[in-house]
C-alpha cells in the first residue's frame, strides 16, 4: 500500500494564496505520476493537476496560470501552490498516486475561499 496525507487546507480570502501538501509513506514515491483533484458539492471530480515521475505537468484550462504543481521525492512529497484563489476554487481537494495498474487516494482536505 501507498498512503497519501493532504494538509494545508482551509479558510482564505479571494485573491489569496494557499499551499497544498500530500505526504507518501513509501521510498519509492519518485515511480508514481502525482494527480491533484478537486470536488466541490453537486459536481464532478475534476482533475486540476498533473505531475508525472519526469517533472512534466499538465494543469486544467480553470487553474492554468494559478496553481503549479511540484514535487520533492526526497521528502515523497507533492505539493499545489494556489495563487489568485477565486470563490469557485471552493472544493475538497484529493490527492493521488498511480502507476500503472495502481492507484491510491489521499482522504482530502476542503480549501474554502471567500467572497
Known amino acids: 500500500q501507498v498512503q497519501l496525507v493532504e494538509s494545508g487546507g482551509g479558510l482564505v480570502q479571494a485573491g489569496g494564496s494557499l499551499r497544498l501538501s500530500c505526504a507518501a509513506s513509501?521510498?519509492?514515491?519518485?515511480?508514481?505520476?502525482m494527480d491533484w483533484y478537486r470536488q466541490a458539492p453537486g459536481k464532478q471530480r475534476e482533475l486540476v493537476a498533473t505531475?508525472?515521475?519526469?517533472?512534466?505537468?499538465n494543469y486544467a484550462d480553470s487553474v492554468k496560470g494559478r496553481f503549479t504543481i511540484s514535487r520533492d521525492n526526497a521528502k515523497n512529497t507533492v505539493y499545489l501552490q494556489m495563487n489568485s484563489l477565486k470563490p469557485e476554487d471552493t472544493a475538497v481537494y484529493s490527492c493521488?498516486?498511480?502507476?500503472?495498474?495502481?492507484?491510491?487516494w489521499g482522504q482530502g482536505t476542503q480549501v474554502t475561499v471567500a467572497s
Open positions: 505531475i508525472t515521475s519526469g517533472g512534466r505537468t
Open positions: 493521488a498516486a498511480r502507476y500503472y495498474n495502481q492507484k491510491y
Open positions: 513509501r521510498s519509492i514515491f519518485s515511480i508514481y505520476t
